[in-house]
């Protein structure tokens, strides 16, 4: 029977290191949310990250547009943000509704303000391993495998799903960790045999119990980045978890087990952020 990685623990001892740095340094940090629409998924994340700045003594700013919102609002809205003193992070809630560029939005952000490192700099930084911030959701499961206590180094991970912002981030951290990295997607031939090799498993999906006992090695750690709603409204991650569970090492619940990480390391990204910006 699998050890359960328990996300919220985790999570917690970030954003209480967060918010005891901040106030022994009596450190000024602002992290501006920036919802367009009415998503109520994305609804609830950005009120999580208002709760979590709350907590770490982060000054939040929301700017909650309209749905019919224009290019040029949202842009104009940015560079404000980028010339604010006050505000270190911008976070941009994705998705964003049909009429707008999300990449040229994402581009329009200060690299420096990135708390997200979806920019174009911040990737590039991320490849070398030279970066300030580390992308959210790759990071929070880089500190959940941390936790463990198991080296990823010399490990065989493999990654499944290769999007920007979880599956190729993702595979850059393992390796900067000196796990031999693998990245599966929907092309990939024989998926199931290529996951048994794993010693550490990252499900990056987004499709509700696609990882089975059958495509896990005995003792791997196991890691759900996924969020799906299920239609009777519970939610459910990549994983099949009671069978999954029962032949892997570790595993991370949905829900409990990424999610919470995801904004824990906003609010250290957004320190980070203030402390350069500072200096300056
Ligand atoms: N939507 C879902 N996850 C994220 C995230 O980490 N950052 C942003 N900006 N939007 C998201």
């Known amino acids: 029977m699998a050890q359960i990685i328990d996300g919220k623990a ?3 001892a970030i954003k209480e290191q967060v918010r005891d740095e901040i106030a022994r340094d009596n450190i000024k940090a602002g992290l501006a949310v920036v919802i367009v629409g009415n998503d109520p998924a994305s609804r609830v994340y950005v009120n999580n990250k208002k ?4 907590f770490c003594g982060i000054q939040s700013f929301e700017y909650a547009l309209p749905e019919e919102t224009s290019m040029q609002e949202l842009l104009e809205l940015i560079d404000t943000l980028n010339n604010d003193k006050n505000v270190n992070g911008i976070l941009v809630q994705l998705p964003l509704p049909k009429q707008l560029d999300e990449k040229a939005v994402i581009e329009r952000i200060s690299p420096q303000k990135d708390v997200d490192a979806f920019h174009e700099t911040n990737v590039g930084k991320i490849m070398i391993g ?10 929070g499961c880089m500190e959940l495998i941390h936790s463990t206590g198991i080296s990823v180094s010399g490990k065989e991970c493999v990654v499944i799903g290769r ?4 599956g190729k981030p993702m595979a850059m951290l393992l390796l900067h960790e000196n796990g031999t990295v693998t990245i599966c997607h929907s092309r990939t031939k024989d998926l199931a045999e290529v996951c048994r ?3 550490i498993l990252v499900a ?3 499709k509700p119990n696609f990882v089975t006992a059958d495509m896990v090695k005995e003792g791997a750690i196991v890691i ?10 519970k939610l459910c991650g990549d994983v099949k978890f009671d069978e999954v ?6 595993i991370t619940p949905v829900p409990g087990g990424v999610g919470p990480m995801t904004i824990a390391v906003l609010m250290k990204n957004t320190l980070t952020a203030a402390k350069l910006q500072n200096k300056t």
């Open 163 to 166: 999007s920007n912002i979880v």
């Open 51 to 54: 709760k979590a700045c709350e």
């Open 245 to 250: 569970s029962e032949k892997a090492g570790w």
């Open 224 to 233: 759900d980045v996924g969020i799906n709603r299920l239609e009777n409204g």
């Open 204 to 206: 990056a999906v987004g």
């Open 130 to 139: 030279n970066y300030s911030f580390l992308p959210c959701t790759p990071a």
């Open 197 to 199: 090799r794993a010693d």
């Open 10 to 12: 985790v999570s917690a």
